[in-house]
């Protein structure tokens, strides 16, 4: 599989970044709702308080004709296309509106119910659209004569729109940033963290290269026995190679000895010419096929952790050997 080549350092970075970008992005999902709740929350109790405001400043009469005074406590209900407007209607009939909705026509919802509320949205036909807030009103005059009002409070919603697409695009702006940082961070630690096994690796190059022959360095504890271990294996491979080594010696010994003995022996005597010469030959095929496993075994012990051979500098002393030959050669000539 492809993320089987991948380094450990890149699969944790890329863990890492898939959980990070998983958490900032439900984070700025959960703050964005939050805040917008919390917007429509804050501008449902600003319409609440208009309600209020408006009713403290009403006047009904017996006829349940509404009175309201030009001015009110808020100025943008006198400032016409001020975004904030408010109707009161008698079924669907309006008996009363301010100066700041004069020239709209506000579909206006069913009355409510007694001092029930109702929120909703409206869009007008210049495609604004408003929040309303219509507030069930009872009024009852000295003759039981009960009137049905419904108080319409509408606000406009583009700027509260305009604020949370701001604010929206300010929390990923400072999410991405922040998000950044901290990739830039983790990708630093990370590879601070795993520098000691950046080390190991370059040792083991080292001692493979036969530039050192064991691991010295000190590195973490969660490391030790992986060093400890790798040196015990690098201690019992060097004895097996000495091992190895004088048991080719003495092999050599032991079987050179004897027949340089023989051979000894042999120039000595001048009998059975015949037998003699049998015997040379079989003792030279002897060292022969002793020199060859010996050549052999010592070519199949060889260890890849020992310093590289030179071979320019045995080719330099071979080409001179040949160059003096050479000379010699047309001396004699």
């Not at 209900?77 to 909705?101: C, D, H, K, M």
């Not at 010592?298 to 045995?314: D, K, R, W, Y």
Request: no cysteine; aromatic share 8%; net charge negative.
């Amino acid at each position: 599989m492809l993320i089987n080549k991948f380094s450990l350092r890149n699969r944790l970075l890329v863990a890492v970044s898939l959980v990070l970008t998983a958490f900032l992005g439900l984070s700025a999902f959960s703050l964005n709702n939050a805040f917008q709740a919390s917007t429509e929350s804050a501008q449902k109790k600003r319409l609440k308080n208009y309600v209020y405001t408006i009713l403290s400043s009403a006047d009904f009469d017996e006829q349940g004709l509404v009175r309201v005074p030009d001015h009110l406590a808020e100025p943008d209900f006198s400032i016409p296309n001020s975004g904030l407007y408010a109707q009161i209607t008698s079924g669907r009939e309006i008996v009363w509106q301010s100066p700041s909705s004069l020239g709209i026509f506000i579909a206006l919802p069913e009355h409510p119910g007694e001092l029930n509320e109702h929120f909703s949205t409206i869009k007008l036909n210049t495609n604004i659209k408003l929040i309303n807030l219509a507030y069930g009103i009872v009024w009852e005059n000295q003759a039981g004569k009960q009137f049905n009002y419904t108080l319409n409070i509408s606000e406009d919603l583009s700027a509260i729109d305009q604020q949370k697409a701001e604010f929206e695009l300010s929390l990923w702006r400072w999410l991405g940033g922040t998000g950044l940082m901290l990739l830039i961070v983790q990708t630093l630690i990370l590879r601070w963290g795993l520098r000691p096994l950046h080390d190991v690796a370059i040792d083991l190059h080292a001692i493979e290269s036969g530039v050192h022959k064991r691991l010295s360095k000190d590195y973490p504890n969660e490391l030790n026995q992986l060093t400890q271990n790798i040196n015990n294996l690098l201690d019992h491979e060097q004895s097996r190679r000495e091992r190895y080594k004088n048991s080719l010696a003495d092999l050599a010994h032991s079987l050179k000895t004897p027949l340089a003995v023989i051979r000894g022996e042999l120039e000595g005597t001048s009998e059975n010419t015949s037998l003699r010469d049998t015997t040379y030959e079989q003792l030279n095929r002897v060292s022969e096929l002793v020199d060859y496993q010996l050549q052999r075994a010592a070519t199949e012990g060889h260890s890849s952790f020992q310093s590289p051979v030179s071979l320019g500098e045995i080719i330099h002393k071979i080409l001179k050997s040949l160059d003096k030959v050479y000379q010699l050669s047309l001396i004699h000539i």
